[in-house]
């Protein structure tokens, strides 16, 4: 089919784009708190409205911890970073050009067959997944490009039956990123941003879709609702407790940058109501009946049907400076590690008895290392990690059900659908320890990936690891996140890993915002979504010294302009990030001192019930 994005010259001439570096892996809420912020001297004016803006960044990215640099570690086990690196490049312009080629503008590519299928909505979802993938690794002029296309083709008035839970954290939140990427990808934004914007407004529309779904006794949300129509009569009130409790990144930024609070106040409403509902000791089911608030499937445990519901709870504290919800995740994570956890391994229990019903460990569950980072338990993390390493080193990949007694998959649920959980966590724990060890993680992913589902026309899915059989799709998560963090993974100096030594300064309505200072909280679908942004759209009542003593570390007297005017050729590809980021509408560049220091699919069909059963999982049409 004739595609208006064609693939030819989406390869950047360039390097990777602006570099700069940074590191993950104790609690930003609990160094905030510890940390007094020397006096400096006195400074106000219009400075001030930036250091109201960037109390909650600094506190995340300011206090790195040292390592030592990447190449020393990387040398000692000879591994070469830059050759990984560009392979996984080679990877995703291949499963991108083959989507381009073959699938646009459907949903995803089916590889096996090189054509298209729409899954979650006929949003030409992979597009939309992939925008923020194409500026990390440099590509500016394709980022622009499908800007334009997205624009111009994506409609959400459209008489579709879309999962709230995937609609949000692969549209909204992937529309979200970009919008704020927009200015550092050299796009000429409008006045007013980013508080203002057309991926702002796309983003809006779509989360504006989904907010009839939040319409019940409970206010926790159905999973499925019609774009045009709202919510069916006859929908099923069951949803997952993922699919109510992983809204509040993205429908907090909405709220932020649009003013509108409904978005956020229904995504706080629908974490209470979990937590409200939560057992005497202390865990949450799988899935709930949202009018009735009864639990429906009692598992409780950290992977599929739960596991971004505590991802957002710590993701959540950490874009809002949020303590409730940080005391939140921990009163859970208390009740985990006193229930599910064995040797380091996660097993499912019925929520009310703790008694284990499934000791099987589910390959979505390896994202809990990297959460365990972001709150500072990395010795806990790294054990963790290794146990879900040797089973990724037994198959080359994680098949979806581990049984642990038995060592072996899980009748049924053999596959590996590409996900990118334990590499997400490879990559926020290396930030943490520049353990070598992580990036062995990472060659391993890049060479099982290349050798058992690389094809002609993409990346297949494992249908069954014992065997390597594909099935042919290829979901869009695997350019969004698989391949994001592998290459985040591989290179320390791109500018998602800044540590807040660099950042820019925008005139919004409300003064001066400084953005891309790092501290960038992925959601779920590894969308990236500056913090600091959160506080340019809105006038901040009460003056904030504590923040201002922190930003007179970072915020030199010394001031340098740049507007070095460097745009892409129609069809050239590559300027770096840096240059588009200079070019763009007038924006300030200013450097400051350096600082010393689940993916969960919810099904968007009817709910089938599932069964625990001698420690097996089945589904009722098994």
């Known amino acids: 089919m004739n595609s208006p994005l064609s693939p030819r010259s989406l390869r950047p001439r360039g390097g990777a784009g602006q570099r700069c570096g940074a590191a993950a892996g104790r609690s930003p809420l609990r160094r905030c708190r510890r940390r007094r912020c020397p006096p400096g ?28 640099p990447a190449g020393t570690v990387v040398a000692a086990r000879g591994l070469d970073m830059a050759a990984y690196r560009e392979r996984v490049r080679a990877m995703f312009y291949h499963a991108y050009e083959h989507y381009l080629e073959s699938a646009f503008p459907y949903d995803e590519l089916r590889p096996l067959t090189c054509d298209g299928q729409d899954t979650w909505g006929s949003f030409s979802l992979t597009l939309i997944d992939a925008l923020d993938t194409l500026l990390i690794l440099g590509n500016v002029s394709e980022f622009q490009r499908v800007v334009t296309v997205l624009q111009e083709g994506v409609d959400f008035d459209i008489d579709v039956n879309a999962s709230v839970f995937e609609t949000n954290i692969r549209v909204v939140g992937g529309l979200l990123s970009a919008h704020l990427l927009s200015k550092k990808a050299g796009i000429e934004v409008e006045v007013g941003w980013p508080c203002s914007g057309p991926l702002l407004r796309m983003a809006e529309e779509a989360a504006r879709k989904l907010l009839p779904a939040f319409q019940t006794p409970t206010g926790m949300p159905y999973g499925t609702v019609n774009l045009l129509h709202g919510v069916n009569p006859g929908e099923t009130p069951v949803t997952c407790t993922a699919g109510i409790g992983t809204f ?20 706080r409403k629908a974490l209470k109501a979990l937590w409200k509902n939560r057992s005497d000791i202390g865990l949450v ?9 009864k639990w429906v499937a009692q598992d409780a445990g950290i992977g599929a049907g739960v596991d971004s519901y505590f991802e957002y709870l710590v993701k959540g504290a950490i874009l809002l400076q949020d303590k409730e919800l940080m005391s939140m995740f921990l009163e859970y994570n208390k009740a985990i590690k006193n229930y599910t956890k064995f040797d380091d391994w996660y097993l499912w229990v019925q929520m009310y008895k703790g008694t284990v019903s499934m000791p099987v460990f589910q390959s979505l569950e390896a994202y809990w290392p990297g959460l365990q980072s972001l709150i500072g338990d990395v010795d806990n993390a790294m054990r963790t990690f290794l146990n879900y390493y040797t089973v990724w080193k037994q198959f080359g990949g994680l098949p979806e059900f581990y049984n642990i007694p038995q060592g072996y998959t899980v009748d049924k649920r053999e596959g ?13 724990l290396y930030r943490a320890t520049q353990d070598p060890t992580l990036l062995e993680l990472g060659r391993d992913a890049v060479e099982s990936i290349e050798k058992i589902s690389k094809v002609d026309c993409g990346f297949a899915t494992i249908k069954d690891l014992r065997d390597h059989r594909l099935d042919n799709r290829m979901e869009s998560f695997f350019l969004a996140e698989t391949v994001k963090y592998l290459y985040l993974l591989f290179d320390p100096d791109n500018f998602i890993h800044n540590d807040g030594s660099d950042f820019d300064v925008v005139i919004t309505p409300y003064g001066e915002c400084v953005l891309n200072a790092g501290g960038y909280i992925f959601n779920t679908e590894a969308h990236p979504i500056d913090p600091a942004a959160l506080h340019c759209c809105r006038k901040r009542k009460e003056e904030q010294w504590e923040v201002e003593d922190l930003m007179r570390e970072f915020y030199s007297l010394k001031k340098n302009r740049k507007f070095t005017l460097k745009q892409a050729s129609e069809h050239g590809e590559g300027e770096s990030t840096k240059d588009a980021t200079d070019a763009s509408s007038g924006g300030e560049k200013r450097n400051a001192k350096k600082s010393s220091h689940s993916l969960l699919s919810c099904p968007s069909q009817s709910f089938n019930s599932k069964l625990a059963v001698l420690g097996q999982v089945f589904l009722d049409n098994t």
Do not use: K, Q, W
């Not at 509040?248 to 995504?267: K, M, N, Q, R, W």
């Open 248 to 267: 509040i990144v993205e429908f907090a930024t909405l709220s932020h940058l649009t003013g509108d609070p409904v978005f956020e106040d229904v995504a």
């Open 416 to 428: 590996y659908p590409l996900r990118p959980e334990l590499i997400e966590s490879a990559m926020y």
């Open 285 to 293: 089911g799988n899935h709930i009946d949202v009018v009735t608030a």
């Open 41 to 68: 001297p006195a400074r106000r004016g219009a400075a001030m409205s930036l250091l109201r803006g960037l109390g909650a960044l600094l506190c995340l990215c300011a206090l790195r911890l040292p390592g030592p």
